[in-house]
């Protein structure tokens, strides 16, 4: 059972409590794939006990999320009383559009998408784009 007083409770449960998956068993798989750190240790079981202190990572879609947890909850309540449960240290989100932008300046050639395969003469043209931003 689950001890407010900061006793200890289940990971998948605390993940479900906190309103980072959406169904228990979606936060149980995650545990039992591997997909979730704590505190440095790959969880393998859904049964690990985690109590305030602990420090969780994991992917929440393409984002990385690494939280403290600052309570154990007693039930999977709104939005803010979950929010109450962890404090959040994920580096800040990169906006969709800024991070596309960065992949093109990033990228020497740029084929647009949708367009096939290149053919021999863009492939040269290509490779020669390339060896021309390539550093000494």
Excluded at 9 to 25: E, P
Excluded at 112 to 127: N, V
Aim: aromatic share 6%; glycine share 8%.
């Amino acid at each position: 059972m689950s001890d407010p007083e900061g006793g200890k409770i289940r990971i998948d449960k605390w993940l479900w409590y906190a309103r980072f998956f959406k169904t228990r068993s979606l936060a149980s798989k995650a545990c039992q794939g591997g997909h979730i750190v704590l505190n440095s240790a790959t969880v393998s079981k859904a049964s690990v006990a985690v109590g305030p202190g602990d420090r969780i990572q994991f992917f929440q879609g393409p984002h990385i999320r690494i939280v403290e947890i600052v309570a154990v909850g007693t039930r999977r309540g709104p939005a803010p009383e979950a929010q109450a449960l962890y404090e959040d240290h994920s580096p800040p989100r990169i906006k969709k559009a800024d991070a596309d932008a960065d992949i093109r300046t990033a990228a020497v050639a740029v084929r647009e998408t949708g367009s096939g395969r290149p053919t021999k003469a863009e492939r040269r043209a290509l490779d020669r784009l390339r060896a021309e931003g390539e550093p000494d």
